[in-house]
């Protein structure tokens, strides 16, 4: 079985700074692609950042520049820094990892609550 742990999430007052983690554990052959995804009350889930396994990222147009995903690949964990948060930032923060187990599939956290106050 796989299991995923997310930390981090939290009140911040905007401009702030948040860092979250998500670790996965358990029996696989290997992580794919990691990535964090978001959903807001009343709003679709969206797609705030990926990282695959060879570093390459990818950002939602509305973080660039303020969000940073990386990963320690010895630790089987995937990180999220977020600079400059804004109160439109705030929603439940989830990390999506694809994992060869050795069948590839997508595995989601239980999500962390980020709040961004005005």
């Known amino acids: 079985q796989v299991q995923l742990v997310e930390s981090g999430g939290g009140l911040v007052q905007a401009g702030g700074s948040l860092r979250l983690s998500c670790a996965a554990s358990g029996r696989f052959f290997g992580i794919n692609a990691m990535g964090w995804h978001r959903q807001a009350p009343g709003k679709q889930r969206e797609l705030v950042a990926t990282i695959t396994s060879g570093g390459s990222t990818n950002y939602a147009d509305s973080v660039k520049g303020r969000f940073t995903v990386s990963r320690d690949n010895a630790k089987n964990t995937a990180y999220l820094q977020m600079n400059s948060l804004k109160p439109e930032d705030t929603a439940a923060y989830y990390c999506?990892?694809?994992?060869?187990?050795?069948?590839?599939?997508?595995?989601w956290g239980q999500g962390t609550q980020v709040t961004v106050s005005s």
């Open positions: 999506r990892v694809v994992i060869v187990t050795p069948r590839i599939s997508d595995y």
